[in-house]
């Protein structure tokens, strides 16, 4: 079982960047393809990035890609979310994720398919 905590959220004006943190515990970490979602009020959680167990592989939701870059290091047991040009309806509570099956990747993701959750971290993009 990996623990997760997001960090790096805020408000910004449109345009801007913020770069997501999550810290992972467990000894898992290292084998496991990792996910960030968001949820905006009202809507359902829906896939944004994952990365493989190795960092090899990156996918994006077509609404974020070319914007936003997913990253982890297994040294120190960290994903990233790094987020450039954000818009309005980026806002959001963001979430990382860890993947159920260890060593699992594909080229779709539902939050169906991740077992550990992080509390979320707010992104609010405003003018």
């Known amino acids: 079982q990996v623990q997760l905590v997001e960090s790096g959220g805020g408000l910004v004006q449109p345009g801007a960047s913020l770069r997501l943190s999550c810290a992972a515990s467990?000894?898992?970490?290292?084998?496991?393809?990792m996910g960030w979602f968001r949820q905006a009020p009202g809507k359902e959680r829906e896939f944004v990035a994952a990365?493989?167990?190795?960092?090899?592989?990156?996918v994006y939701a077509d609404s974020v890609k070319g914007r936003f870059t997913v990253s982890r290091d297994n040294a120190n047991a960290a994903v990233y979310l790094q987020m450039n040009s954000l818009k309005p309806e980026d806002t959001a509570v963001y979430y990382c994720?860890?993947?159920?099956?260890?060593?699992?990747?594909?080229?779709?993701?539902?939050?169906?398919?991740?077992?550990?959750w992080g509390q979320g971290t707010q992104v609010t993009v405003s003018s």
């Open positions: 990365i493989s167990q190795r960092g090899g592989n990156t």
């Open positions: 467990g000894r898992t970490f290292s084998t496991t393809t």
């Open positions: 994720a860890a993947h159920i099956r260890k060593g699992y990747w594909s080229t779709t993701f539902s939050p169906g398919h991740f077992g550990s």
